[in-house]
């Protein structure tokens, strides 16, 4: 590993592997206002570039994207997921530990879904932080955005869009604002996420994608 690499890995959590570029989303997604400084964070401004590079560069066959994230900024995240939804090159996505929030889009933004079983995946109503003026143009404004993330992660997955909603806001026959915690085998019965896998499995699937790519 050269000095290039190692300074990569530190500052972004990014590494070049044989054709294979590796990117990690971890802790907070931050966006357009900064994070408290102690907190873990993958930064917005970061990753859009890091995915620019990977489309356009040639030595770049495929791109795997490990995911341990508490969510974050939802605009930010949904940002992402559709810039990775839209790259040529294959995309495999591993959640390891969590993946929730706007985490979630993310994790069904790839060509194939990976998650182990010991992580999870929190699915629930957008929140808004801050302040946060109580008329009807607000509450349809967060409406929309929600509307656009379920639409997202049905568009990518093989879960309803109605079964998203549901599992948004019900636990049982209750209505909730927590929304609903996910295991990695729930979360692949769902359809959610392909299958239950880790690193070795999606290393093997996304070298699958990539031939199959150059020989078409």
Same mark, same amino acid.
């Given at each position: 590993m050269n000095e290039d690499q190692r300074n990569e890995i530190k500052d972004i959590g990014e590494l070049d592997l044989g054709g294979i570029h590796v990117m990690t989303v971890i802790g907070e997604i931050e966006g357009h206002q900064l994070s408290a400084q102690n907190s873990k964070t993958t930064k917005y401004e970061h990753m859009i570039?890091?995915?620019?590079?990977?489309?356009? =560069? &040639?030595d770049i066959k495929g791109i795997l994207i490990l995911i341990n994230t508490v969510g974050g900024d939802v605009e930010c995240g949904l940002a992402l997921a559709e810039m990775i939804a839209s790259l040529s090159k294959p995309t495999v996505t591993l959640v390891l530990g969590g993946s929730h929030s706007i985490g979630v889009p993310l994790a069904v933004s790839s060509d194939y879904s990976f998650i182990v079983k010991s992580a999870t995946m929190m699915i629930h109503p957008v929140r808004s932080g801050g302040t946060f003026?109580?008329?009807?143009?607000?509450?349809?404004?967060?409406?929309?955005?929600q509307?656009?993330?379920?639409?997202?992660? =049905? &568009?990518h997955s093989d879960i309803t869009k109605d079964k998203v909603e549901e599992l948004m806001?019900?636990?049982?026959?209750?209505?909730?604002?927590a929304g609903t915690i996910l295991e990695g085998e729930q979360a692949v019965e769902l359809g959610l996420i392909n299958e239950i896998g880790?690193?070795?499995?999606?290393?093997?699937?996304?070298?699958?994608?990539?031939?199959n790519t150059s020989e078409n």
């Open positions: 570039p890091a995915l620019a590079r990977a489309e356009y =560069s &040639d003026i109580g008329v009807l143009q607000s509450y349809r404004n967060i409406e929309k955005i509307d656009r993330i379920t639409r997202f992660i =049905s &568009d806001l019900h636990i049982g026959e209750q209505v909730k604002d880790g690193m070795s499995e999606a290393f093997a699937k996304l070298q699958e994608l990539v031939q």
